[in-house]
C-alpha cells in the first residue's frame, strides 16, 4: 500500500530564517506531487506541483520554492521567511491511471514564523 | 480556470438533522468533481467522487452528493449527521493535473 510522510510535523521559525520541509512517498512510482497551504477560512491553496523529477509548476507567486529532487520526494523551500508564511502545509499525491484523478494527503507540517 | 465555491462556512447542526452543503464550480464542460473531509486532528480524506455516469454518487459513513449540470452545481447530503461527523468538508474539482478547492465548510454536530 501507498504512504505519504510528512516532517517535521511542527515547527518554529524566526523571520528571516531559511525554510525546508520534506514530503515522501511510498509505494507507488511516478506520481503527481503537491504542495498546499491550508489557512482558516481559505481553504486549500495550491502552491506548487511536479508531474515527475525536476519539473515544477509554480501556482501562486510568493516567497516558497519546491524541488524534485526524486521521483518520491518533494521539498518545500526558502531563503528568508516571512511572517506571512505561517500555516499549516499539505503535501498530497495522485496515481496517473485513468480514473485515479484523487489526491492523497499528508499529515501536513504545521509552521509558526514567529 | 476553474474555481469552486463553498458558501456555508459554519454550519451547526444537532444529531439526526439533515445535512446539505452547497458546492458549485465555475464552468461546465466534463467535470471531475470531489469531496474531501478533514476530522479533528487527521489527514484530509477523500469522501466521494463523481468521473461520469449516475449523478447521484454515493460516499463513504453514509453521505451522498449530486451532481447537477445545469446548475454547476454538487452538493453534499447526509439525512442524518451524528457527532462524529464533525468535521472539515472541502469541495475540488478537477483542472488538468490539479484539484482546485473550495474554502471548505466547518460542520459542528452537537448530541
Known amino acids: 500500500s501507498q504512504t505519504i510522510h510528512q516532517w517535521p510535523a511542527t515547527l518554529v521559525q524566526p523571520v528571516g530564517s531559511p525554510l525546508s520541509l520534506e514530503c515522501t512517498v511510498e509505494?507507488?512510482?511516478?506520481?503527481?506531487l503537491y504542495w498546499y497551504r491550508q489557512a482558516a477560512g481559505r481553504g486549500l491553496q495550491l502552491l506548487f506541483y511536479?508531474?515527475?523529477?525536476?519539473?515544477i509548476s509554480s501556482e501562486v507567486p510568493q516567497n516558497l520554492s519546491a524541488s524534485r529532487p526524486q521521483d518520491r520526494q518533494f521539498i518545500l523551500s526558502s531563503k528568508k521567511l516571512l511572517l506571512s508564511d505561517s500555516g499549516f502545509y499539505l503535501c498530497?499525491?495522485?496515481?496517473?491511471?485513468?480514473?485515479?484523478?484523487?489526491?492523497?494527503f499528508g499529515p501536513g507540517t504545521r509552521l509558526t514564523v514567529t | 480556470a476553474q474555481s469552486v465555491s463553498q458558501h456555508n462556512h459554519h454550519v451547526i447542526l444537532s444529531e439526526a438533522a439533515s445535512l446539505e452543503l452547497g458546492c458549485n464550480y465555475s464552468?461546465?464542460?466534463?467535470?471531475?468533481l470531489f469531496w474531501y473531509v478533514q476530522y479533528p486532528g487527521q489527514h484530509l480524506q477523500l469522501l466521494l467522487k463523481y468521473f461520469s455516469g449516475d449523478p447521484l454518487v454515493k460516499g463513504i459513513k453514509g453521505f451522498e452528493a449530486e451532481f447537477i449540470k445545469s446548475k454547476f452545481s454538487f452538493n453534499l447530503r447526509k439525512p442524518s449527521v451524528q457527532w462524529s461527523d464533525t468535521a472539515e468538508y472541502f469541495c475540488?474539482?478537477?483542472?488538468?493535473?490539479?484539484?482546485?478547492f473550495g474554502t471548505g465548510t466547518r460542520l459542528q454536530v452537537f448530541p
Open positions: 475540488a474539482v478537477k483542472d488538468t493535473d490539479k484539484l482546485i
Open positions: 509505494g507507488t512510482s511516478n506520481p503527481n
Open positions: 464552468y461546465g464542460g466534463t467535470v471531475n
Open positions: 498530497a499525491w495522485r496515481r496517473l491511471l485513468t480514473g485515479e484523478d484523487e489526491q492523497y
Open positions: 511536479s508531474v515527475g523529477i525536476g519539473q
